[in-house]
């Protein structure tokens, strides 16, 4: 999948952030407004979380097409639903299942990106990443809101880069 492509669907989260800021901005004292916030952040981690997985579900139908038209057909029936299971060992499983070379290639580049944004940033993008999917999943099965939009919004601006990493891992030689 080109850059470009994945970078469509993540800019969906970014303007999406500008509309929810815009139409209840963060310094409104109001309660309603606040309560309005907390309820708008948990329904961002779930588009945030959506839009990852549809992003790994193009990345893999991308790479299966680029082969073989039946392999592509193979994929898509297999991955249709990937029902959140996208966790980076999932990720890990999923370039295992493709070729075992791809899985060493995205773990090797993803220890240096962490590693690397981790002693520039003090941030860990896998745990990042992790943390979007673990907020859709309290707020989907028990309602917790337990992020702002602020938080979210951080986070996920470095999560996105597991996904740029997932990609180019079966994208460039």
């Not at 004292?29 to 708008?40: E, G, H, I, P, T």
């Not at 592509?72 to 029936?77: H, W």
């Not at 938080?151 to 994208?171: G, I, N």
Request: proline content about 2%; overall charge positive; some cysteine.
């Amino acid at each position: 999948m080109a850059r470009t492509d994945l970078d469509i669907h993540l800019s969906k989260i970014d303007a999406l952030i500008k509309e929810i800021n815009d139409i209840a901005p963060a310094d409104s004292a109001s309660y309603k407004v606040v309560q309005f916030r907390s309820d708008l952040a948990c329904l961002l981690v779930v588009a945030m979380a959506a839009t990852y997985e549809s992003c790994v579900k193009n990345i893999l139908f991308d790479h299966a097409n680029n082969h073989h038209a039946a392999f592509g057909s193979f994929a898509s029936r297999n991955f249709e639903k990937l029902n959140s299971r996208i966790r980076i060992s999932d990720l890990m499983k999923y370039c295992e299942l493709y070729d075992p070379s791809i899985k060493v290639k995205f773990k090797n580049i993803l220890s240096k990106k962490k590693s690397s944004i981790l002693n520039r940033i003090g941030k860990n993008i896998e745990s990042s990443y992790e943390q979007i999917l673990d907020w859709r999943h309290d707020f989907a099965h028990a309602g917790i809101r337990n992020t702002t939009i602020e938080e979210a919004a951080s986070t996920h601006a470095l999560a996105k880069r597991v996904l740029y990493l997932f990609d180019k891992s079966f994208t460039n030689p």
